[in-house]
């Protein structure tokens, strides 16, 4: 993290998006970190919801104010998703897997999750800042997970997490995030992006606004973009939602 960062810890929000997006609009610092306990209006990618009211959970944003073009936004995505599954490997010694594009998934199922927003210069040709929402499932609820997402959400821990390994994991997170950040133009992180995914190879259904694409995830090219071959030929997405053919519910 950057030397003069400051690390803000509340006990509620609606959530830490919310509140690092203000703190970034009235001139807040690059590196700012935002640590919620609990979250009253979690949300993920596509307005859906994100359930972090539990102690069980691992809720922070922080803010960028990259000095990177407005169509090169999606690396601090990639990097964002390096680095956590890095992270939760490298402390519990759990594989961690990348499902395209910010989704981190153990043994077949989402463990934690990436939203990233961002305001545009005026020129709308730069961000003007970032902010990156992190949210991880450190151990399963007393009870499980509500039966709406009970077999298709998971934890790093099944039980209760070793003392104090959330400021392990949050720690550990940042030293990765922001080794590959400081070589964002480099694009190392992304042959481990790649390497990390759980799509490549299967058949899956690409969903872009009201479009489905069927077809058969085959690579993630330098830009990130999932590639899929379908039967008018390779198509590449740079945004949208992909789900494995037959595997139930998204999340």
């Not at 759990?94 to 989402?110: F, L, Q």
């Not at 709406?148 to 390994?165: L, N, R």
């Not at 259904?205 to 590639?227: F, M, P, Q």
């Not at 039967?231 to 789900?243: I, L, P, T």
């Amino acid at each position: 993290m950057p030397k003069d960062a400051r690390m803000i810890i509340l006990d509620t929000a609606t959530s830490s998006n919310d509140i690092a997006k203000e703190l970034a609009a009235n001139g807040e610092s690059h590196g700012t970190v935002v640590i919620v306990k609990s979250q009253t209006n979690g949300r993920g990618r596509m307005g859906r919801s994100f359930i972090s009211s539990s102690e069980d959970g691992l809720y922070f944003s922080f803010i960028l104010r990259p000095q990177i073009p407005a169509d090169k936004s999606l690396n601090i995505t990639v990097i964002c998703a390096v680095a956590l599954a890095e992270a939760i490997e490298k402390t519990s010694g759990v594989s961690a897997k990348i499902k395209w594009v910010n989704d981190i998934y153990i043994n077949e199922k989402k463990c934690a999750g990436i939203l990233t927003e961002a305001q545009l210069n005026p020129n709308c040709t730069a961000l003007d800042f970032c902010v990156v929402g992190v949210g991880v499932n450190i151990s399963t609820p007393n009870g499980g997970f509500d039966k709406e997402i009970a077999d298709i959400a998971t934890a790093i821990y099944e039980k209760s997490a070793p003392c104090g390994y959330k400021t392990k994991l949050i720690s550990s997170f940042f030293e990765s995030f922001y080794k590959h950040y400081s070589r964002i133009e480099a694009k190392e992180y992304m042959l481990e992006y790649k390497n990390r995914s759980n799509l490549i190879g299967k058949d899956v259904d690409v969903y872009v606004g009201e479009k489905v694409t069927h077809g058969t995830a085959v690579d993630i090219d330098s830009d990130a973009r999932l590639v899929v071959q379908t039967e008018d030929g390779k198509k590449s997405f740079s945004s949208g939602e992909a789900r494995v053919r037959g595997a139930g519910k998204k999340l």
